[in-house]
Nanobody, 122 residues
Framework: QVRLVESGGGSVQSGGSLRLSCEVSGYTHVSACMGWFRQAPGKEREGVAAIDNDGSTKYADSVKGRFLISRANTKTTLYLRMNSLKPEDTAMYYC????????????????WGQGTQVTVSS
């Protein structure tokens, strides 16, 4: 079992920045794919950014150039640096973890965190 705990959410004004973190523990994979999803009220969960075991990354068009995904060398912490935040970025953000090779689906499907709320005011 893999446990994911997100942190770093909060309320910011438009144009502000936040950095989300996701701590990974438990029976972690030797080769893993990790990603961030978000879900706004009344909308489906969507992939935001992901990083595969080999360091390849994928970003949603809506966040390209503003968000940066990274991870610790130990691969037990995942980060999402969010710059130039917009009100439409307001959502619950979830960390996702699965086996390597799932970059196309933003690493979703196997394990999920409980989420951290991000609210951006105009």
């Amino acid at each position: 079992q893999v446990r994911l705990v997100e942190s770093g959410g909060g309320s910011v004004q438009s144009g502000g920045s936040l950095r989300l973190s996701c701590e990974v523990s438990g029976y972690t994979h030797v080769s893993a794919c990790m990603g961030w999803f978000r879900q706004a009220p009344g909308k489906e969960r969507e992939g935001v950014a992901a990083i595969d075991n080999d360091g390849s990354t994928k970003y949603a068009d809506s966040v390209k150039g503003r968000f940066l995904i990274s991870r610790a060398n130990t691969k037990t912490t995942l980060y999402l640096r969010m710059n130039s935040l917009k009100p439409e970025d307001t959502a619950m953000y979830y960390c996702a973890y699965t086996w390597a090779g799932a970059l196309g689906s933003y690493c979703g499907g196997a394990y999920w965190g409980q989420g951290t709320q991000v609210t951006v005011s105009s």
